[in-house]
Nanobody
Framework: QVQLVESGGDSVQAGGSLRLSCVASGYTYSANCMGWFRQAPGKEREGVAAMYTSGDWTFYASSVKGRFTISRDNSENTLYLQMNSLKSEDTAMYFC????????????????????WGQGTQVTVSS
């Protein structure tokens, strides 16, 4: 099992920045792909960004590319999501997720490919 705990969510004004963190514990060696998802009220959970736990390949949703950056610190078992130029449409609960599968271009954003989930952290962007 892998346990994931997110933090860093907050309320900010449009144009602002936030950095989300996700600390992983447990059998972290079993995770080959980690990612961030978000879910707004009344909407489906959507993939925001993902990356391999080893190597530097990253994947981004088109809606956040150029504004968000996913990164990790393996020494701290921590995954980050740096969010810049935030927009009101970025308002959502953000979830960290880990998968035993490797990230792939066509499937990284599918929530059902991820095995472990955090409880989420709320991001609210006001315009």
């Amino acid at each position: 099992q892998v346990q994931l705990v997110e933090s860093g969510g907050d309320s900010v004004q449009a144009g602002g920045s936030l950095r989300l963190s996700c600390v992983a514990s447990g059998y972290t060696y079993s995770a080959n792909c980690m990612g961030w998802f978000r879910q707004a009220p009344g909407k489906e959970r959507e993939g925001v960004a993902a990356m391999y736990t080893s190597g530097d390949w990253t994947f981004y949703a088109s809606s956040v590319k150029g504004r968000f950056t996913i990164s990790r610190d393996n020494s701290e078992n921590t995954l980050y999501l740096q969010m810049n130029s935030l927009k009101s449409e970025d308002t959502a609960m953000y979830f960290c997720a880990a998968s035993r599968r490797y990230c792939a271009g066509g499937t990284w954003s599918r929530a059902d490919n991820f095995d472990y989930w955090g409880q989420g952290t709320q991001v609210t962007v006001s315009s």
